[in-house]
């Protein structure tokens, strides 16, 4: 079956940086757009970050553009969130997404990962 496992996130203080990644098994990962999503406490699951199957599109949310970066290597299965100029206002569970077709961005993603908490304090 498809899994997706988020890791990298931890504490950290504001400024700092943080790389999340996404191992995807039981699908073809390069047939996949992925995108990256969080959900902070009391608040509904907002798009972060997508990228198109071979990585040559990406998007980003307003909040995060020029500051997080998000990549994939299909010969690994993974897709990265590089996250730069961490603010106290990103803390959330982060969740990676994938999704067959349609576009980047939107909720309509079909597979999530577990989460991985990222927490930033000022």
């Known amino acids: 079956q498809v899994q997706l496992v988020d890791s990298g996130g931890r504490s950290v203080q504001a400024g700092g940086s943080l790389r999340l990644s996404c191992a995807a098994s039981g699908l073809t990962f390069s047939n996949y757009i992925m995108g990256w999503f969080r959900q902070a406490p009391g608040k509904e699951r907002e798009f972060v970050s997508g990228?198109?199957?071979?990585?040559?599109?990406?998007n980003y949310a307003d909040s995060v553009k020029d500051r997080f970066t998000i990549s994939r290597d299909n010969a690994k299965s993974t897709v990265y969130l590089q996250m730069n100029s961490l603010k106290p206002e990103d803390t959330a569970v982060y969740y990676c997404a994938a999704k067959t077709g349609g576009s980047i961005g939107g909720l309509d993603y079909k597979y999530w990962g577990q989460g991985t908490q990222v927490t930033v304090s000022e």
């Open positions: 990228i198109s199957y071979s990585g040559i599109r990406t």
